[in-house]
């Protein structure tokens, strides 16, 4: 199971309106959210081209990437994240409202036959070395390779901006995140249209994946990718209320799929 981590107006988004939505990456707790990936990358670049005493290209592969990191807005990953934990303290203070929201266990095999085209389904990796991965070895051949610094590197980036985010900084390892992606820049017939949520505080963009039209691709209903529903710790949700509420919803099934967290989370700060 992946185990998303909500409050309840969004739990209501997801099942009554079977829209699930992904939100800018670049706003979330991790503030080096992509910026990592590509920074290590040319950390990883410049360091080969040190011991090659490059250091013309050292400094105009620096001013390229430097470049890029302005751009990041433009690059923006969109995403759903989720955790393999299960009832996990932590998931529940940072994403479950503190302990008063409710988490929702997708069945990960689901996902990923759901998940296709501009929409994939990434395991994090938490790290901040980059040297080995392909990219990097990638860059360093074309930029070590030719007399003048490449032109050329903007299909190479733009696969790198993508790759970014999948990784985040070691110290949120902890998290065993998944996420459900998108970015939008990368092609011209992005099909789904952005929306935008206005709150007292500001404005957000983000994107809505259809639940139910990517079940029915696989000839399954919301309530199959479904295999939990645990009320928060520190939840003052009732049990039969929210059974009634799926029942409206056409979701009596789930009714059976919900459990109490056992969490022993305080309620109260402490």
């Excluded at 988004?13 to 991790?30: K, V």
């Excluded at 250091?55 to 969109?78: G, N, V």
């Excluded at 995403?79 to 990960?108: K, L, N």
Aim: charged fraction near 30%; charge should be negative; hydrophobic fraction near 35%.
């Amino acid at each position: 199971m992946l185990y998303h981590y909500t409050g309840f107006a969004a739990f209501d988004g997801i099942i009554r309106c079977a829209e699930l939505r992904l939100n800018n990456i670049l706003n979330m707790n991790d503030a080096s959210e992509m910026r990592l990936f590509i920074t290590g990358i040319c950390r990883s670049v410049t360091d080969r081209l040190r011991l090659d005493h490059e250091e013309e290209k050292i400094r105009q592969t620096e001013d390229y990437f430097q470049q890029e990191l302005t751009e990041e807005f433009r690059y923006s990953a969109y995403a759903a994240c989720f955790s393999r934990y299960r009832d996990d303290a932590a998931q529940w203070e940072r994403y479950g409202h503190a302990g008063q929201g409710v988490c929702i266990a997708f069945h990960e095999d689901l996902m990923q036959r759901m998940a296709g085209g501009i929409v994939s389904l990434q395991e994090v990796y938490y790290q901040e070395d980059m040297r080995g991965h392909r990219l990097a070895d990638e860059f360093y051949r074309l930029i070590k390779d030719n007399r003048e610094f490449p032109k050329n590197l903007q299909d190479l980036m733009n696969d790198a901006w993508v790759q970014s985010a999948a990784f985040k900084h070691p110290s949120f390892a902890s998290e065993r995140e998944f996420r459900l992606v998108v970015s939008p820049f990368i092609s011209d017939e992005f099909a789904i249209s952005p929306r935008y949520h206005v709150s007292r505080e500001r404005i957000k963009k983000y994107y809505p994946l259809d639940l139910n039209q990517m079940c029915s691709r696989l000839k399954l209903k919301l309530a199959d990718l479904v295999g939990e529903i645990i009320i928060g710790p520190s939840s003052s949700q009732s049990l039969p209320i929210l059974q009634d509420y799926l029942k409206d919803c056409g979701l009596e099934v789930l009714g059976r799929k919900i459990t109490m967290s056992k969490c022993p989370l305080r309620k109260y700060p402490y």
